[in-house]
């Protein structure tokens, strides 16, 4: 490294020092200059276009979603106080607190109403679960039979929808596809109408392997009647023994069938629709089974009390 020894020059070369001063004035001159440059691109840099407050509420409205027009309201209202003479400070504070008290309680609001409508979901689940394999408990002749032709399901009732004692599992299906076509707020995607042609072609199957059941059930149970020409060399206490061996089969079938029901409504509300749309399905599947019973019951009514025309006050007899 090379020190550079600076020395003053001598008054007994004055041509010397002079070059020396110059050379030192020219550096210290274009010090100044530097210096000035600083200055100036500092001072030009604190001269830029300034963004108000304003501005920064505005972008910052945008890149939420949310409106500027009610910042600017609140800035409006918060100008007016200042205007009275109010605490600037005080009042942004108190603006500012009021909004988040309220859009708070809002916010737990929503979650309340969300959480409530979980739990009326899984309620209405955890019934049609019980109402459903409660076909597994009972294998009595007696059971079996009301759970195919339940006695208090009026007639046009079982008519229109039963399928082995209940709804057919593809026909709840159904009810998706016509209540997307009728409410515009139950919407399905794209691929939750994928997921449902899936799931109605697997569900159709299953139950043409039901029906296969049954109907194999029922031709064996013709057999074994106690009038029946094969059982003639039975007496009566075997026949009866047969038919309820074939009643223990048609149980079995049954609980599949429940099961299925069951299966399918469990797909609907936890997998296939969200929350809202659950809820939907649920209110609309209730009342659709409510309107086809109402229906049934007035045409039961109706068979066993017609109604007599009554004569007018006016007539003779």
Same mark, same amino acid.
């Given at each position: 490294?090379?020190?550079?020894? &600076?020395?003053?020059?001598?008054?007994?070369?004055?041509?010397?020092?002079?070059?020396?001063?110059?050379?030192?004035?020219?550096?210290?001159?274009?010090?100044?200059?530097?210096?000035?440059?600083?200055?100036?691109?500092?001072?030009?840099?604190?001269?830029?276009?300034?963004?108000?407050?304003?501005?920064?509420?505005?972008?910052?409205?945008?890149?939420? @979603? *949310?409106?500027?027009? +009610?910042?600017?309201?609140?800035?409006?209202?918060?100008?007016?106080?200042?205007?009275? *003479?109010?605490?600037?400070?005080?009042?942004?504070?108190?603006?500012?607190?009021?909004?988040?008290?309220?859009?708070?309680?809002?916010?737990?609001?929503?979650?309340?109403?969300?959480?409530?409508?979980?739990?009326?979901?899984?309620?209405?689940?955890? +019934?049609?679960?019980?109402?459903?394999?409660?076909?597994?408990?009972?294998?009595?002749?007696?059971?079996?039979?009301?759970?195919?032709?339940? /006695?208090?399901?009026?007639?046009?009732?079982?008519?229109?929808?039963?399928?082995?004692?209940?709804?057919?599992?593809?026909?709840?299906?159904?009810?998706?596809?016509?209540?997307?076509?009728?409410?515009?707020?139950?919407?399905?995607?794209?691929?939750?109408?994928?997921?449902?042609?899936?799931?109605?072609?697997?569900?159709?199957?299953? &139950?043409?392997?039901?029906?296969?059941?049954?109907?194999?059930? /029922?031709?064996?149970?013709?057999?074994?009647?106690?009038?029946?020409?094969?059982?003639?060399?039975?007496?009566?206490?075997?026949?009866?023994?047969?038919?309820?061996?074939?009643?223990?089969?048609?149980?079995?079938?049954?609980?599949?069938?429940? +099961?299925?029901?069951?299966?399918?409504?469990?797909?609907?509300?936890?997998?296939?629709?969200?929350?809202?749309?659950?809820?939907?399905?649920?209110?609309?599947?209730? @009342?659709? /089974?409510?309107?086809?019973? /109402?229906? *049934? &019951?007035?045409?039961?009514?109706?068979?066993?009390?017609?109604?007599?025309?009554?004569?007018?006050? @006016?007539?003779?007899?």
């Amino acid at each position: 490294m090379f020190v550079v020894e &600076e020395t003053t020059p001598s008054l007994d070369h004055p041509r010397r020092w002079g070059r020396n001063q110059c050379w030192r004035n020219t550096k210290m001159a274009r010090a100044m200059e530097a210096a000035r440059f600083d200055d100036n691109g500092l001072e030009e840099h604190n001269n830029e276009e300034s963004v108000s407050w304003d501005d920064l509420e505005r972008d910052a409205a945008s890149k939420a @979603g *949310g409106s500027s027009e +009610r910042l600017q309201a609140s800035r409006s209202h918060l100008n007016d106080s200042f205007r009275k *003479g109010d605490e600037p400070s005080g009042d942004l504070y108190e603006l500012w607190r009021q909004e988040q008290n309220s859009i708070a309680a809002r916010l737990d609001k929503e979650l309340k109403s969300r959480w409530e409508l979980d739990e009326l979901i899984e309620e209405q689940l955890s +019934r049609y679960q019980s109402h459903y394999y409660k076909a597994m408990v009972s294998t009595s002749l007696k059971d079996v039979s009301n759970f195919l032709m339940p /006695q208090w399901v009026p007639p046009h009732e079982l008519a229109a929808v039963s399928w082995l004692g209940d709804w057919r599992p593809t026909s709840i299906l159904d009810i998706l596809r016509v209540q997307a076509a009728h409410n515009p707020s139950f919407s399905l995607s794209e691929s939750c109408e994928r997921v449902l042609s899936q799931l109605v072609r697997e569900i159709r199957i299953e &139950e043409a392997v039901i029906d296969e059941e049954y109907a194999e059930i /029922q031709a064996t149970c013709v057999l074994h009647l106690p009038f029946s020409p094969l059982c003639n060399g039975q007496s009566h206490e075997e026949a009866l023994s047969s038919v309820q061996e074939l009643f223990g089969n048609i149980h079995k079938v049954v609980s599949k069938a429940q +099961r299925l029901r069951y299966k399918v409504l469990e797909l609907v509300m936890k997998k296939l629709l969200n929350q809202t749309d659950t809820a939907e399905f649920v209110v609309a599947f209730a @009342g659709i /089974q409510d309107a086809i019973h /109402q229906f *049934g &019951e007035q045409k039961k009514l109706k068979k066993h009390y017609p109604a007599v025309p009554l004569k007018g006050s @006016g007539s003779s007899s």
